[in-house]
């Protein structure tokens, strides 16, 4: 069995990982038990991963530096994941593979100056907290991170 993880990512740690060079630990968010506490216990599987996915989408504010933000979805195995127990999702994947990746997420080209303002006024606060940090909940409400398969990391 297998579980989604996505993961924020520069570009150049995308390629990195695509050419088997990366690291051996990433930061990443999931469909955790303390996520789907947070949820609720009538939370369906897609909305945890859709959760999932927009925590990561937030820690790749604090945890990239690109103008856009970029995310790898992934489905590794549970052993590859280390959950520290926060409400937000937010774990360690380690030992990443570029052939467990399904999917990237990134921002339009419109969303550059509001990624910007986000990241901005972020500062250095936990995953938890940056969820409620105005700039970042609007630019989660206004802009939707785009879906492309892994073979068009090359177009983005």
Request: with cysteine; proline share 6%; hydrophobic share 50%.
């Amino acid at each position: 069995m297998t579980q989604l993880v996505f993961v924020p990512l520069d570009r150049a740690a995308v390629v990195e990982l695509r050419s088997g060079a990366g690291r051996s630990s990433y930061p990443g968010c999931a469909a955790t038990a303390g996520l789907a506490g947070t949820l609720g216990p009538d939370t369906a599987a897609d909305e945890l991963d859709f959760a999932a996915l927009s925590s990561a989408g937030v820690l790749a504010l604090s945890a990239t530096s690109d103008p856009l933000r970029l995310v790898v979805a992934a489905e590794v195995a549970p052993a590859q994941l280390v959950d520290p127990g926060g409400s937000a999702g937010q774990v360690s994947v380690r030992d990443l593979g570029w052939a467990q990746v399904q999917a990237l997420f990134v921002d339009e080209p419109a969303a550059e100056p509001a990624v910007a303002l986000a990241r901005t006024a972020l500062g250095a606060v936990d995953l938890d907290v940056a969820l409620s940090v105005p700039e970042v909940t609007a630019l989660v409400d206004d802009f939707d991170l785009l879906w492309f398969a892994p073979d068009e990391l090359d177009d983005l």
